[in-house]
DNA sequence: TAGATTGTTAATCGATTAACAATC
DNA sequence: TAGATTGTTAATCGATTAACAATC
């Protein structure tokens, strides 16, 4: 299923470090370079140059010997390998802090994902405005997700209301999640759930930073 | 540097995993649950049974062969490893909409991360409360930050601001920072950064949806 | 004892990297 | 042409998994 245009299977990682080129590369393409070689490409990103090199072929050859690769060309190409190459609409249920964080997050926008509806369940917040959206509510999610064919849901809401907005984006025919909230959420194999919560990165690092400073102590 | 107590290399991996399982053994621990096996634990985390067993081993041997791992012991064994066995303290800076709900979330909490120290620039915010935590002038986190001790901090400010804020915590001796802005923050070498931008996952999984959404289309 | 499940070895698998011919 | 850098092969490296003896 998951394969390059020559039909073979592309590895996990390599779909994993796009978005890391893409980001660097639009960085530099707002700088006003013009090309990048595969050895600057990793110094930005910390992967080695090969790695780089050998993942963009399983796509196509977008670089020229000698030369480098073309910023405005390759950040197009991984754009639409992604399919990150038109706008893609959010529906975001919690008008609380968070979801008004989210909703302005300028993150999204820049890579076109775009909040189109908010809901929530308090009557005092329905009507009220988020930037240019004015919050729905949450009874209204399966019409409107349907009517604007939105496939990307956002759960930010109190941990206890997680599980049921999940099930409502999922019944509403919603293929991603983000969810928000530390609550271990349930889903069909069909949606894809991402977890956002920086504790799993945390633990990650907190790790490195126990045995360096037990170095130290001891 | 990062060896188990053999003085065995430990995998990149093992450590990535070992927060998914013990996010799994704390839900399991609250269900009342007094051991669990590893195929069960496959089952939750989406990992094979074997690399759990063969994960868990690079720190000792937890388990009762033909019974189980013990719950709470094991809980109890990975967040040593991990070093989530004491209280972290977090400083975070920007008391907008997204520092307030970082503030509020329990989702640090629970692994014992706790922030002590809130700041902003604006002189409106200064002297405001969010939860216990009285804001504070951006200028005094060096002092508080170093007072307190404090190794983490968070950034939740407009992007604009935060390469200065990066740079204030490095100052301060801050190790680990987690960064919510969209912007790329550079930190020397001894810091840890992590870039709670959502946008890579949400690009990555899109990738898999393009692919399916295309097969249905075509 | 019989059944279950760990800890561990050995085999497999796949990803990373070095090296270099092709070529701009 | 000389220098640079890609695309690609082949070698290395490391992680994953299957299998099973040990043992509760």
């Given at each position: 299923?998951v394969?390059?245009?020559?039909?073979?299977?592309?590895?996990?990682?390599?779909?994993?470090?796009?978005?890391?080129?893409l980001?660097?590369?639009?960085?530099?393409r707002?700088?006003?370079q013009?090309?990048?070689?595969?050895?600057?490409?990793g110094?930005?990103?910390?992967?080695?140059?090969?790695?780089?090199?050998?993942?963009?072929?399983?796509?196509?050859?977008?670089?020229?010997?000698?030369?480098?690769?073309?910023?405005?060309?390759?950040?197009d190409?991984?754009?639409?390998?992604?399919?990150?190459d038109?706008?893609?609409?959010?529906?975001?249920?919690?008008?609380?802090?968070?979801?008004?964080?989210?909703?302005?997050?300028?993150?999204?926008?820049?890579?076109?994902?775009?909040?189109?509806?908010?809901?929530?369940?308090?009557?005092h917040?329905v009507?009220?405005?988020?930037?240019?959206?004015?919050?729905?509510?949450?009874?209204d999610?399966?019409?409107?997700?349907?009517?604007?064919?939105i496939r990307?849901?956002?759960?930010?809401?109190p941990p206890?209301?997680?599980?049921?907005?999940?099930?409502r984006?999922?019944?509403?025919?919603v293929?991603?999640?983000?969810?928000?909230?530390?609550v271990?959420?349930r889903v069909?194999?069909?949606?894809t759930?991402?977890?956002?919560?920086?504790?799993?990165e945390l633990?990650?690092?907190?790790y490195?930073l126990?045995?360096?400073?037990?170095v130290?102590?001891?």
């Amino acid at each position: 299923m998951v394969a390059d245009e020559h039909g073979r299977r592309i590895p996990e990682g390599v779909i994993e470090r796009l978005p890391l080129y893409l980001g660097v590369l639009i960085q530099l393409r707002q700088d006003g370079q013009s090309t990048v070689s595969s050895a600057r490409l990793g110094e930005l990103t910390d992967v080695n140059p090969a790695q780089i090199r050998r993942d963009l072929t399983h796509f196509g050859s977008f670089g020229k010997r000698g030369v480098g690769y073309d910023i405005v060309t390759l950040v197009d190409r991984v754009q639409r390998i992604l399919g990150a190459d038109h706008v893609h609409r959010l529906a975001l249920v919690g008008a609380g802090n968070l979801g008004s964080a989210i909703a302005n997050y300028d993150g999204l926008r820049q890579h076109g994902f775009h909040v189109t509806a908010i809901f929530d369940a308090d009557p005092h917040k329905v009507g009220t405005r988020i930037g240019d959206i004015i919050v729905q509510h949450i009874d209204d999610l399966a019409r409107t997700v349907t009517d604007q064919n939105i496939r990307i849901g956002v759960i930010a809401v109190p941990p206890e209301a997680a599980q049921g907005v999940a099930d409502r984006f999922t019944a509403a025919g919603v293929r991603i999640m983000l969810n928000y909230t530390p609550v271990i959420v349930r889903v069909p194999p069909t949606v894809t759930l991402h977890n956002t919560d920086p504790v799993h990165e945390l633990l990650h690092t907190l790790y490195y930073l126990s045995r360096l400073e037990g170095v130290s102590r001891v």
